[in-house]
């Protein structure tokens, strides 16, 4: 994937109309922003464009609707970056999107006023691509600016279709450090490069998987999906999560590891439970197998010493999914360990979003990270490998 797009530095845009496509995808009860962390992500680019001058209009989705639900207005997040900005965002109610409000809205801009338009999923065309959405957008702007890392793996109509039907197209600061952390790790990592996968499914990162092994030097699988490659291996797993069906692809995992000269490392024990619950008791195994009647929850503190002693001899590490159900306080302790190793770590250490980024957040590490992506899945598909619509519809330099 080129990583040689153009940013919002590299285009004039004093007195311009400038659509920006944020991630305003936050969560609310009763109408309150739980999480503010996307907002203030987003802050950085858009001050920038105050500061320039630009007409700045933002955009984004909210939630999983297919059209007008009041329940998933963007209103309070209006409320909300006018106070984080110290300045009036101006929002465009209109369940168009693109209609009469928002037409009258941006109509009135003086430079550097800010207009936040109605959720973009407001518009069922949105998830499809459609162009008649997509033009509808571009007719608000001179330049598009997409900062939404989180969104840029789906082709939208806010993230592709309207790059079509503008002049320029470049990217914020948000994306430009998402290419540049993500990239260069990829891409360019400083050696030893170890990975730790972890989460509850192989099926979600086969690709992932895959890729890895062609670029690290360890890599490191724990979480819901080990049990399956334990099982590849001939351990016992009780009734731990495992996709039976996985297991040959596991088996020819472990052959490509030994094969690349890539040291691949399985918890080598586990805290197992009688079942799914926060209260059950946790009991260590002695080794890889788990005794029936148990699923394994985290990895053993064996497994825990090995994946720290890995990651302290990295230069570089990534890391995506949780080594267990870390939302157990019982189960959490894998989680803790490999996040305290890459806290107190050297090496260039990037979360790949998701379940992994609220752990670190949550455990208090977050700071201590080089890089935490914004993205769950967009960050998994960049390290399967994949090209990203909504960054190659971007202008090159």
Not at 167 to 196: D, H, M, N, T
Not at 358 to 367: I, M, R, S
């Amino acid at each position: 994937m080129s990583f040689n797009k153009k940013t919002i530095e590299d285009v004039e845009v004093k007195g311009k109309r400038v659509l920006v496509r944020c991630d305003f995808n936050v969560p609310l009860k009763d109408g309150v922003i739980t999480d503010e962390n996307r907002l203030v992500g987003a802050l950085p680019t858009i001050k920038y464009l105050v500061l320039k001058g630009a007409k700045v209009i933002l955009c984004s989705h909210l939630g999983k609707t297919k059209g007008p639900d009041p329940k998933l207005t963007l209103a309070p997040v209006a409320a909300r970056l006018s106070e984080l900005l110290g300045k009036t965002v101006v929002f465009a109610a209109d369940d168009e999107v693109v209609g009469v409000n928002a037409k009258a809205a941006v109509e009135k801009m003086k430079d550097s006023d800010i207009v936040l338009l109605e959720n973009t999923r407001f518009r069922k065309e949105e998830g499809k691509n459609e162009e008649a959405f997509s033009k509808d957008l571009a007719s608000l702007a001179d330049i598009f600016v997409n900062d939404a890392f989180g969104t840029a793996h789906r082709a939208h109509c806010s993230t592709v279709g309207v790059t079509a039907f503008v002049k320029e197209s470049v990217c914020g600061y948000l994306i430009q450090k998402e290419l540049k952390f993500l990239g260069e790790v990829v891409e360019k990592p400083v050696r030893p490069f170890v990975a730790i996968l972890g989460g509850a499914k192989v099926s979600d990162k086969i690709n992932v998987i895959n890729n890895l092994l062609e670029k690290v030097d360890t890599l490191i699988i724990g979480g819901g999906m080990a049990y399956t490659f334990l099982a590849a291996q001939g351990y016992t797993v009780g009734t731990s999560l495992l996709e039976a069906e996985k297991i040959e692809y596991a088996k020819e995992m472990i052959e490509k590891a030994k094969a690349k000269g890539v040291n691949f490392l399985l918890p080598v024990d586990n805290i197992v439970g009688a079942k799914f619950s926060a209260d059950t008791e946790p009991v260590v195994t002695e080794d890889q197998n788990i005794p029936d009647g148990h699923m394994g929850l985290d990895i053993g503190p064996k497994s825990a010493e090995l994946f720290a002693d890995a990651v302290k001899t990295a230069k570089t590490v990534i890391w995506n999914g949780p080594m267990g159900v870390f939302e157990f306080a019982n189960f959490a302790k894998g989680t803790i360990a490999v996040a305290k190793a890459m806290a107190e770590s050297e090496a260039t250490t990037v979360i790949g979003g998701g379940d992994s980024a609220a752990a670190v957040n949550q455990l208090g590490f977050g700071d201590k990270m080089t890089h935490i992506s914004t993205g769950g899945g967009a960050s998994l598909e960049f390290l399967e490998g994949k090209e990203l619509p909504g960054i190659v519809a971007l202008s090159d330099k």
